[in-house]
């Protein structure tokens, strides 16, 4: 009963946190022979751990398939290397919505997250976990079956010698009887008496070991049953019980974890979602406007508005404020050609619809001055005037604005970028530039370190062979050397070349009324100077009027070309380097001279490529 009491006692200890009023003990409330019912019940305990269990790994399976989903659909709409959506996130709609996806791929990342801690936490813990207490219950079970079959074998053994003692006891009792009945018969004799007297004692003397034999086991039993209902099992029902608790509690922990998992990672999924909420408010409109305008600005002047040119009043127009044109904008095609005015002056005529014969055609005589009133005389050409401003206007078209046409046609890249705007034109080249100088430095860098290391190898051969380095090092100067031309020759391009372009197209949009393209209509490349009629600004005039040969003007000097060009826009011609030409016309500050080749070709070349020799 001491031990009971201290079992209790320290029971109660362990259970007081948990009950601050008296502790209520199974083995104290329970009768023993509910043994079966505590069975049943620790039983059902841990069956309700493995289906938590099974439960909590269904869920890690959904966050998982949830998480895979979220990274799909990410990676779904997720721009590929290179492609056009990837170039478009400039602008910031395109971008915060990649921050989206982006975000939405950590927030899936937090969800395997989830998964996963709840797999190790949850599953595995209480996986081991029940493993132990299936194996404690085993224990206390097998104890409390050895408790029953020990009481079980002493009651056996009470019982037989209870039943022993009952038997001895009749046999001593007839035997007794058996020796007052011989002893009171007249006719037994001495012998007979004396015989069955020491039958009876001898009936008694076993009956009364028996009976001394029953009574200890009775008493044997009585402690024995004592111990097993008081103590043994008692002790069994509250280590069961304690085990039970101690489920429970492991329980109500991973019922808490399984909220606390999720509830832990809340924070970076809120700020997963206030990141996409960010990329919500970072869209700004006017940004991306600018944007647009940043990336496909060309540098190109607008055109301005052209002099209406009257051939009603004859030849000698006047060049007077009366003119059509707005005050400032170009005077007309006749007013590009005041170096030609010397040239004799011939009125135009039609081509003949039946007859396109130069033959047909019937030049008009020189008509007389006009007055003073009406301004200086016109120029006079030598052959149809109209077809030759045309053709002058054409020729002094530097590269233009693409037409609508041709806008959606992929020009032919060039490797000084001549087929890109002004703007754009000088925005790569200053990036080729910056790429080109990272690369030299690069290089400037690991010559330094290969010259420190040949120094060191010098000084302590047993570190390494000097020699050794010798091809690295070479290498890395010609790798520098190349560099250092790319871009000497790309800082050539860079500064008077894209300078000279915007000159060039906002002389030119002054002079000519009109910017250009740097392609023909059609979506091809010109390669000659001089560019087909048909594809010229007024080439809609080609069935009205007849173009004749232009006189071609004398070369005032020449020029000697230090680079190649490639003459890929319309009104250029190409160069190779080394190559001597001819110059026509110099450069008149917008960084374009025009040349002349042998064989007639001309253009216009970039005069920071070549140089020029004029003629005294």
């Given at each position: 009963?001491?031990?009971?009491?201290?079992?209790?006692?320290?029971?109660?200890?362990?259970?007081?946190?948990?009950?601050?009023?008296?502790?209520?003990?199974?083995?104290?409330?329970?009768?023993?022979?509910?043994?079966?019912?505590?069975?049943?019940?620790?039983q059902?305990?841990?069956?309700?751990?493995?289906?938590?269990?099974?439960?909590?790994?269904?869920?890690?399976?959904?966050?998982?398939?949830?998480?895979?989903?979220?990274?799909?659909?990410?990676?779904?709409?997720?721009?590929?290397?290179?492609?056009?959506?990837?170039?478009?996130?400039?602008?910031?709609?395109?971008?915060?919505f990649?921050?989206?996806?982006?975000?939405?791929?950590d927030?899936?990342?937090?969800?395997?997250?989830?998964?996963?801690?709840?797999?190790?936490?949850?599953?595995?813990?209480?996986?081991?976990?029940?493993?132990?207490?299936?194996?404690?219950?085993?224990?206390?079970?097998?104890?409390?079956?050895?408790?029953q079959?020990?009481?079980?074998?002493?009651?056996?053994?009470?019982?037989?010698?209870?039943?022993?003692?009952?038997?001895?006891?009749?046999?001593?009792?007839?035997?007794?009887?058996?020796?007052?009945?011989?002893?009171?018969?007249?006719?037994a004799?001495?012998?007979?008496?004396?015989?069955?007297?020491?039958?009876?004692?001898?009936?008694?003397?076993i009956?009364?070991?028996?009976?001394?034999?029953?009574?200890?086991?009775?008493?044997?039993?009585?402690?024995?049953?004592?111990?097993?209902?008081?103590?043994?099992?008692?002790?069994?029902?509250?280590?069961?019980?304690?085990?039970?608790?101690?489920?429970?509690?492991?329980?109500?922990?991973?019922?808490?974890?399984?909220?606390?998992?999720?509830r832990?990672?809340?924070?970076?999924?809120?700020?997963?979602?206030?990141?996409?909420?960010?990329?919500?408010?970072?869209?700004?409109?006017?940004?991306?406007?600018?944007?647009?305008?940043?990336?496909?600005?060309?540098?190109?002047?607008?055109?301005?508005?052209?002099?209406?040119?009257?051939?009603?009043?004859?030849?000698?127009?006047?060049?007077?404020?009366?003119s059509?044109?707005?005050?400032?904008?170009?005077?007309?095609?006749?007013?590009?050609?005041?170096?030609?005015?010397?040239?004799?002056?011939?009125?135009?005529?039609?081509?003949?619809?039946?007859?396109?014969?130069?033959?047909?055609?019937?030049?008009?005589?020189?008509?007389p001055?006009?007055?003073?009133?009406?301004?200086?005389?016109?120029?006079?050409?030598?052959?149809?005037?109209?077809?030759?401003?045309?053709?002058?206007?054409?020729?002094?078209?530097?590269?233009?604005?693409?037409?609508?046409?041709?806008?959606?046609?992929?020009?032919?890249?060039?490797?000084?970028?001549?087929?890109?705007?002004?703007?754009?034109?000088?925005?790569?080249?200053?990036?080729?530039?910056?790429?080109?100088?990272?690369?030299?430095?690069?290089?400037?860098?690991?010559?330094?370190?290969?010259?420190?290391?040949?120094?060191?190898?010098?000084?302590?051969?047993?570190?390494?062979?000097?020699?050794?380095?010798s091809?690295q090092?070479?290498?890395?100067?010609?790798?520098?050397?190349?560099?250092?031309?790319?871009?000497?020759?790309?800082?050539?391009?860079?500064?008077?070349?894209?300078?000279?372009?915007?000159?060039s197209?906002?002389?030119?949009?002054?002079?000519?009324?009109?910017?250009?393209?740097?392609?023909?209509?059609?979506?091809?490349?010109?390669?000659?100077?001089?560019?087909?009629?048909?594809h010229?600004?007024?080439?809609?005039?080609?069935?009205?009027?007849?173009?004749?040969?232009?006189?071609?003007?004398?070369?005032?000097?020449?020029?000697?070309?230090?680079?190649?060009?490639?003459?890929?826009?319309?009104?250029?011609?190409?160069?190779?380097?080394?190559?001597?030409?001819?110059?026509?016309?110099?450069?008149?500050?917008?960084?374009?001279?025009?040349?002349?080749?042998?064989?007639?070709?001309?253009?216009?070349?970039?005069?920071?490529?070549?140089?020029?020799?004029?003629s005294?």
């Amino acid at each position: 009963m001491q031990f009971i009491f201290i079992c209790n006692s320290y029971l109660g200890c362990f259970y007081g946190v948990h009950a601050p009023q008296e502790v209520q003990e199974w083995g104290r409330f329970l009768f023993p022979d509910q043994y079966d019912i505590i069975d049943k019940h620790t039983q059902s305990g841990l069956e309700l751990v493995e289906k938590y269990v099974k439960f909590v790994k269904e869920r890690t399976e959904i966050e998982q398939n949830y998480a895979k989903q979220l990274r799909n659909l990410t990676k779904k709409y997720n721009p590929k290397r290179g492609c056009k959506e990837e170039q478009e996130c400039r602008f910031s709609n395109h971008q915060s919505f990649l921050d989206i996806l982006n975000e939405m791929n950590d927030y899936a990342g937090q969800r395997e997250l989830i998964a996963e801690n709840m797999m190790m936490n949850i599953c595995i813990e209480l996986t081991k976990y029940l493993q132990e207490l299936k194996m404690e219950r085993k224990t206390h079970l097998s104890e409390a079956k050895k408790a029953q079959q020990s009481l079980e074998s002493t009651y056996k053994q009470l019982d037989s010698s209870k039943k022993r003692f009952e038997r001895e006891w009749r046999e001593a009792d007839k035997a007794a009887q058996y020796a007052e009945k011989t002893d009171q018969d007249i006719n037994a004799t001495k012998a007979d008496v004396e015989k069955a007297k020491q039958q009876a004692n001898m009936r008694t003397h076993i009956a009364e070991e028996c009976k001394n034999d029953y009574a200890a086991q009775l008493q044997k039993y009585n402690k024995e049953q004592s111990q097993f209902y008081f103590s043994d099992m008692p002790l069994i029902f509250n280590k069961l019980q304690d085990m039970d608790e101690r489920r429970v509690r492991k329980l109500a922990q991973g019922y808490v974890l399984f909220s606390d998992t999720e509830r832990h990672v809340m924070p970076i999924i809120g700020k997963c979602l206030e990141g996409v909420t960010k990329a919500g408010t970072n869209v700004n409109e006017r940004n991306d406007s600018i944007a647009l305008i940043e990336q496909y600005k060309s540098g190109f002047e607008r055109p301005g508005d052209l002099d209406f040119e009257d051939y009603s009043q004859g030849i000698n127009r006047a060049s007077s404020d009366s003119s059509l044109g707005t005050l400032g904008t170009p005077k007309g095609p006749l007013e590009l050609l005041g170096k030609n005015r010397s040239k004799p002056f011939w009125l135009f005529s039609k081509k003949s619809k039946l007859s396109p014969s130069p033959s047909s055609l019937t030049p008009f005589s020189t008509p007389p001055a006009p007055s003073p009133a009406n301004g200086p005389p016109s120029p006079k050409f030598g052959r149809d005037p109209l077809s030759y401003c045309l053709k002058e206007i054409n020729k002094t078209v530097k590269p233009r604005i693409s037409s609508f046409r041709t806008l959606g046609r992929t020009p032919t890249v060039t490797e000084d970028f001549g087929h890109l705007p002004p703007e754009q034109r000088r925005k790569r080249l200053q990036q080729k530039l910056d790429d080109i100088g990272k690369e030299l430095q690069k290089e400037v860098d690991q010559s330094e370190a290969l010259e420190k290391m040949k120094d060191v190898y010098e000084k302590n051969p047993q570190m390494g062979d000097p020699a050794s380095l010798s091809p690295q090092i070479n290498q890395t100067a010609q790798n520098m050397e190349r560099l250092r031309g790319e871009l000497n020759k790309y800082e050539v391009m860079d500064s008077p070349l894209l300078a000279a372009d915007a000159l060039s197209y906002r002389s030119h949009s002054n002079n000519n009324g009109s910017t250009h393209e740097p392609y023909s209509p059609d979506g091809t490349h010109s390669e000659e100077g001089t560019p087909d009629p048909s594809h010229a600004i007024y080439a809609e005039f080609d069935d009205d009027f007849e173009e004749e040969e232009e006189e071609l003007v004398a070369p005032i000097g020449q020029c000697t070309a230090m680079y190649n060009f490639p003459g890929a826009s319309e009104g250029t011609i190409t160069m190779q380097e080394g190559e001597v030409l001819s110059v026509v016309e110099e450069d008149k500050g917008d960084g374009w001279t025009r040349v002349r080749r042998a064989n007639g070709n001309e253009g216009y070349i970039p005069t920071s490529y070549v140089s020029i020799s004029l003629s005294k």
